[in-house]
């Protein structure tokens, strides 16, 4: 299935996973939460989302590389400052949040059977073929921080 590697966007792949989450949700018993504790979860998972994935977009753009995830080769700076000190795949973390803030949001305990199929997918056909990319272009340097610091958390 390597026709799949690097070429669905993994926002794309985040919502295609929430409509899975939503119809899901439509059929499956919910979970009765308080509308507090529904709220918070919601808020608190989408802040989380958006700090990683904001930070990570914006540690690319002040090292100038590409953003693109699609196209790993074209990296011009492997960064491993700011978020990407403790995560590799900051972006992708944030995905994750996003899509735990909407399965609190439909009460689907369904929903994390998903989520883990969207971390499946992502690892998968995403972060395996850019790490290969990574290696060819930047090599020991690559090597040598994939051995310091996680790709989730």
Same mark, same amino acid.
């Given at each position: 299935?390597?026709?799949l590697e690097n070429?669905?966007?993994p926002p794309l792949v985040a919502l295609v996973i929430a409509a899975g989450m939503w119809w899901l949700s439509t059929f499956t018993a919910n979970i009765a939460l308080t509308s507090t504790i529904k709220m918070s979860s919601v808020i608190g998972f989408i802040f989380v989302?958006? *700090?990683f994935a904001l930070a990570g977009a914006v540690s690319f753009r002040l090292a100038k590389t590409t953003v693109n995830p699609l196209k790993p080769d074209?990296?011009?700076?492997l960064v491993t400052s700011g978020i990407y000190q403790f995560t590799r795949n900051p972006m992708y973390v944030g995905f994750v949040a996003?899509? *735990?803030a909407w399965t609190c949001y439909l009460g689907s305990a369904w929903g994390i059977v998903l989520i883990g199929l969207y971390i499946a997918f992502i690892q998968r056909f995403q972060i395996m073929p850019e790490e290969r990319a990574l290696?060819?272009?930047f090599k020991d340097k690559f090597t040598d921080y994939k051995a310091q610091v996680r790709p989730w958390l």
């Open positions: 299935m390597k026709f070429k669905i966007p989302g958006a *700090f074209t990296a011009s700076s996003f899509l *735990f290696i060819k272009i």
